[in-house]
């Protein structure tokens, strides 16, 4: 069992950046692969990135690419998401998730993570 807090969600304007952080706590988090998703108003919850359990391989939706990137540090038990170039496309709720089957990387499925934060909201306005 794993329990993930999320935490560094905001208001921004259009351009701007934010880092989002999730610390995990309970099993060793050196043991999973770590995604995060986004749930905008009304839409599913979709792939934004994931990095596996060594934080030697990532794994990035196209619409993401080159602005997002998602890091992990074990000592510290805890997985980031560094967002630039925010665009008001990017509102959404954002969940953090970890997967404790390694053979299921890489995988956008959220069916594939087992355990899930509460979420943090990010706001990008125009």
């Known amino acids: 069992q794993v329990q993930l807090v999320e935490s560094g969600g905001g208001l921004m304007q259009a351009g701007g950046s934010l880092r989002l952080s999730c610390v995990a706590s309970g099993r060793t988090f050196s043991s999973y692969h770590m995604g995060w998703f986004g749930q905008g108003s009304g839409k599913e919850r979709e792939f934004v990135a994931a990095?596996?359990?060594?934080?030697?391989?990532?794994y990035y939706a196209d619409s993401v690419k080159g602005r997002f990137t998602i890091s992990r540090d074990n000592a510290k038990n805890t997985v980031y998401l560094q967002m630039n170039s925010l665009k008001p496309e990017d509102t959404a709720v954002y969940y953090c998730?970890?997967?404790?089957?390694?053979?299921?990387?890489?995988?956008?499925?959220?069916?594939?993570?087992?355990?899930w934060g509460q979420g943090t909201q990010v706001t990008v306005s125009s």
């Open positions: 998730a970890a997967a404790s089957n390694l053979r299921s990387w890489p995988s956008r499925n959220p069916s594939s993570y087992d355990y």
């Open positions: 990095i596996n359990w060594n934080g030697g391989s990532t």
